[in-house]
């Protein structure tokens, strides 16, 4: 659904699929690579030449642009439309598509009390603000300022984006530190009061959703239930069997 997202990254510093994507390209951490070399191996490649003139019948230059490249990868992610899942099925009026327990859940997420829908708003499940709510770090690693560092405001000191919980049960692990393994794990973060997991030198202006709701086990059983619902089945990727490149298709599960 990122085609509509309005920030990426966990501190909602790209504004745009083609500024977000500088990062993962280009960094050392990720895929290493740079401007230069990126354009000249797909220009080196000539299936990738005879699929960018097809794409880009209008430009004048003879080879591969950088532009190009951006905004093709961009409009490809832009297909990745994830709007399909058994939760979807239930809102357009087939009410069989979800268990009881399930049906339970979704009540426990919308009711006042969790207010897990205030901020993960349906359709999207994400209001895509930034919101501060106190997720400890890994052990050992200072406070990760996050969007403070960004947009130069202190009420958003250790602030992240609101993602989308579509496909939820599949991205583990969880919050922008990856802290918790598994969807109850997260769940029992949330129930644990207001800003239980801040440091005591820091004094974090938490959003007022976070607070103690204080639900049982059994609430929280069912909103894991609930999230499991918005995962796409049809929006599993279909691996090719050859790439232009000729090298061939890796698979991270």
Excluded at 130 to 141: K, N
Aim: charged share 20%; net charge negative.
């Amino acid at each position: 659904i990122v085609a509509f997202l309005q920030k990426f990254f966990w501190d909602g510093r790209a504004k745009s699929l083609e500024e977000q994507m500088a990062g993962p390209l280009y960094s050392k951490e990720e895929m290493g690579n740079t401007p230069e070399n990126l354009v000249a191996t797909l220009n080196g490649i000539p299936a990738y030449r005879q699929l960018f003139e097809q794409a880009f019948p209008n430009t004048s230059a003879e080879q591969i642009q950088l532009n190009d490249i951006h905004l093709a990868i961009a409009a490809f992610e832009t297909s990745l439309i994830s709007l399909n899942s058994r939760y979807d099925h239930y809102a357009h009026g087939y009410h069989e598509a979800l268990t009881d327990k399930e049906i339970e859940g979704m009540n426990v997420f919308r009711s006042f009390v969790a207010r897990c829908a205030e901020c993960h708003t349906p359709p999207l499940f994400t209001n895509q603000q930034i919101a501060v709510l106190g997720t400890p770090e890994p052990a050992g690693m200072p406070l990760d300022v996050g969007a403070e560092k960004i947009f130069h405001k202190s009420s958003l000191r250790a602030g992240f984006k609101v993602p989308s919980l579509r496909n939820i049960d599949l991205t583990a692990p969880y919050m922008h530190s990856g802290t918790f393994a598994t969807l109850r794990e997260t769940m029992d973060f949330y129930t644990g009061g207001r800003g239980h997991a801040v440091p005591e030198e820091e004094n974090l202006m938490l959003h007022w959703h976070i607070w103690n709701p204080n639900l049982t086990n059994y609430e929280l059983d069912r909103l894991v239930d609930f999230l499991k619902t918005l995962t796409d089945e049809r929006f599993k990727p279909h691996i090719p069997k050859q790439l232009p490149s000729g090298l061939k298709p890796m698979v991270s599960t």
